[in-house]
T-cell receptor, first 113, second 117 residues
Framework: QKEVEQNSGPLSVPEGAIASLNCTYS??????FFWYRQYSGKSPELIMF????GDKEDGRFTAQLNKASQYVSLLIRDSQPSDSATYLC?????????????FGQGTTLQVKP | GAVVSQHPSWVICKSGTSVKIECRSL??????MFWYRQFPKQSLMLMAT?????????EQGVEKDKFLINHASLTLSTLTVTSAHPEDSSFYIC?????????????FGNGTRLTVT
């Protein structure tokens, strides 16, 4: 079992729709959860981070965390073509708690005009 | 916000030569930095944790004698790929926690695309 799992996609949504990206993780002791966006050929950029169960909203983005289910998601409202990218889920603070993040394989999002 | 600078952004070298990649935290101190590698259409794989003033910690399967890491100061870590081979061609990205705690978000450099011919 992979430590952090994501559906590789591609996930295709029309412009203006809600995109829902999902991620599960295996280390129950994980404490920090991040979503990064990566455009082709570029390095990842931080979109959201969440530490506590529940929802966290920032503009068009909402991160949701359910530690009991070991599940974290990212919702993108009013999706734009510029949101087309690969979204990486990253989990940290697990049993080793050294600050390193474990990344999922990423979900490719395509927003069609 | 925390800025991480990585240099060079791309490099082409011949098989058997060595390449050094620099990673700097520009507006904050980083006692720990992380080096990742990403092959095409794959996710980021952690190679090693760079620790200021002590030896780096390598992930399983990463050759420490091939990928030399030096964390010379609180703002600089270097990765040297020694005796590079074509299979080392990849996208190398450094990162550092911007908030100073283990749970802080990682901020990434722009990456170095290494091509070994």
């Amino acid at each position: 079992q992979k430590e952090v799992e994501q559906n590789s996609g591609p996930l295709s949504v029309p412009e203006g729709a809600i995109a829902s990206l999902n991620c599960t993780y295996s280390d129950r002791g994980s404490q920090s959860f991040f979503w990064y966006r990566q455009y082709s050929g570029k390095s990842p950029e931080l979109i959201m981070f969440i530490y506590s169960n529940g929802d966290k909203e920032d503009g068009r983005f909402t991160a949701q965390l359910n530690k009991a289910s070991q599940y974290v998601s990212l919702l993108i409202r009013d999706s734009q073509p510029s949101d087309s990218a690969t979204y990486l889920c990253a989990v940290g603070g697990g049993s080793s708690n050294t600050g390193k993040l474990i990344f999922g394989q990423g979900t490719t999002l395509q927003v069609k005009p | 916000g925390a800025v991480v600078s990585q240099h060079p952004s791309w490099v082409i070298c011949k098989s058997g030569t060595s390449v050094k990649i620099e990673c700097r935290s520009l507006d904050f101190q980083a006692t720990t930095m992380f080096w990742y590698r990403q092959f095409p259409k794959q996710s980021l794989m952690l190679m090693a944790t760079s620790n200021e003033g002590s030896k780096a910690t390598y992930e399983q399967g990463v050759e420490k004698d091939k990928f030399l890491i030096n964390h010379a100061s609180l703002t600089l870590s270097t990765l040297t790929v020694t005796s590079a081979h074509p299979e080392d061609s990849s996208f190398y990205i450094c990162s550092a926690p911007g908030g100073g705690s283990y749970n802080s978000p990682l901020h990434f450099g722009n990456g170095t695309r290494l091509t070994v011919t």
